[in-house]
């Protein structure tokens, strides 16, 4: 069975600091490899994704994430994170058999003036 | 980016009655769609997974009588709370995906049932 960690349930940064949200996953082999935010009473926006190859994802908004397949990890990091960034974000995972995906129980990202 | 649409985007009703929610993938055709099921400051419950043309594969715990799910077409799948209480407010997702690799999500559906 496949599952999400997201270790950190609540973080709270200060605008212009850099931002690193952890997420672990449990799956047989390579799965797909999801970031999504969510802001309050909308849908998931897909920030990037893994699939294969470079390790290193960039995706929109600044964000990038690496996975390390050693660690079963696919964090994602911002370097210098903006106001607007603050809102819910999931990971999630998805097998390559085109079933159904897991989610974390999502990360709660406050940004300090 | 592929666009899935969700309608209504936020919808109350009386205690009793029923209520459905459209998902629809507006410019790839979706083989499979999924539907959750999002309380407050919580993450997302998959509710069924729906494949056109078959019954949809409901999850351990959901009432299919309570929520029904149709997927008539590769752009269409709908989901009906029926006889919708109190208890069956909350923020109603869809994903859809043409195959393998990323889903797309609608922008949510919220049901106040009054």
């Known amino acids: 069975a496949q599952s999400v960690t997201q270790p950190d349930i609540h973080i709270t940064v200060s605008e212009g600091a850099s931002l690193e949200l952890r997420c672990n996953y449990s799956?047989?082999?390579?799965?797909?490899l999801f970031w999504y935010v969510q802001s309050p009473g909308q849908g998931l926006q897909l920030l990037l994704k893994y699939f294969s190859g470079d390790t290193l994802v960039q995706g929109i908004k600044g964000f990038e994430a690496e996975f390390k397949r050693s660690q079963s990890s696919f964090n994602l990091r911002k370097p210098s994170v903006h106001w607007s960034d603050a809102a819910e974000y999931f990971c999630a995972v998805r097998g390559t058999n085109a079933g159904k995906s897991t989610f974390g129980d999502g990360t709660t990202l406050t940004v300090k003036p | 980016g592929a666009v899935v649409s969700q309608h209504p985007s936020r919808v109350i009703c009386k205690s009793g009655t029923s209520v459905k929610i459209e998902c629809r993938s507006l410019d790839f055709q979706a083989t499979t769609m999924f539907w959750y099921r999002q309380f407050p400051k919580k993450s997302l419950m998959l509710m069924a997974t729906?494949?056109?043309?078959?019954?949809?594969?409901?999850e351990q715990g959901v009432e299919k009588d309570k929520f029904l799910i149709n997927h008539a077409s590769l752009t269409l799948s709908t989901l009906t709370v029926t006889s919708a209480h109190p208890e069956d407010s909350s923020f109603y997702i869809c994903s859809a995906t043409p195959g393998p690799g990323e889903l797309f999500f609608g922008e949510g559906s919220r049901l106040t049932v009054l």
């Open positions: 729906s494949n056109e043309g078959s019954k949809a594969t409901y």
């Open positions: 799956y047989g082999a390579t799965p797909y």
